[in-house]
């Protein structure tokens, strides 16, 4: 549905990097018939997209920095994220108030707020960085990630105002933020199965 922006974000095996790639649009836009996936680097078994309906009223709504999957890194740690919702500057506040000072900065948006908590979070693996990092923000959000050791997460906020779907079938496993995918053409033969609020689906 979204028209602001548009990208993905996929694991490459052969530098074991996440490679992105957005730009300002629709879908069809962005990824136009003839875009080229592989000499963008972009051909992989697993990856997450975006496409983005900003709404909230900063003056970075139009940003280009705004445009997802957003990537961070801190110390060593990297994530691509994709996220669905929309947190009220009380629960902004709450994370921005766990987030180190070293912290990387960026868009004034709460995607930033999320991901940075996420990848400064303590923890051994990131099933318990995500939980350590979003622990206490309760309102509505879902989330796609793909970490640096090419899992793919999915998070659904423990409010369960936003919804999150898993799909399946012998050849793919899809992760979902809208509650149609059903219908979409080709998919009607998959599996679908609705993420339990405060569930997180790890594809690894």
């Not at 003839?34 to 139009?62: P, Q, W």
């Not at 940003?63 to 009380?90: F, H, T, W």
């Not at 900065?105 to 995607?111: F, K, L, P, S």
């Not at 409010?159 to 009607?188: A, M, Y």
Request: hydrophobic content about 35%.
């Amino acid at each position: 549905r979204g028209r602001d922006a548009a990208g993905e974000a996929v694991f490459d095996w052969s530098t074991r990097q996440i490679v992105v790639y957005k730009g300002a649009g629709k879908v069809k836009e962005v990824f136009t018939p003839d875009f080229d996936f592989e000499a963008h680097n972009l051909l992989s078994d697993r990856g997450i997209g975006h496409n983005r309906y900003g709404t909230d009223d900063t003056g970075d709504k139009d940003d280009p920095s705004c445009s997802q999957p957003m990537v961070g890194e801190y110390k060593g740690r990297k994530i691509a994220i994709a996220y669905n919702g929309n947190l009220p500057e009380r629960e902004r506040l709450k994370l921005k108030q766990r987030i180190p000072a070293d912290a990387p900065e960026g868009a004034n948006v709460d995607t930033t707020d999320i991901l940075t908590a996420i990848i400064t979070a303590d923890g051994d693996n990131w099933e318990e960085r995500i939980a350590n990092g979003l622990r206490g923000i309760h309102l509505a959000y879902s989330l796609t990630i793909l970490t640096d050791n090419g899992e793919v997460i999915g998070v659904r906020g423990p409010s369960g105002h936003w919804p999150l779907w898993v799909g399946e079938d012998n050849k793919k496993i899809i992760l979902s933020s809208e509650t149609r995918v059903d219908e979409i053409e080709g998919f009607n033969h998959i599996v679908w199965k609705e993420v339990k609020p405060g569930e997180l689906v790890n594809i690894t």
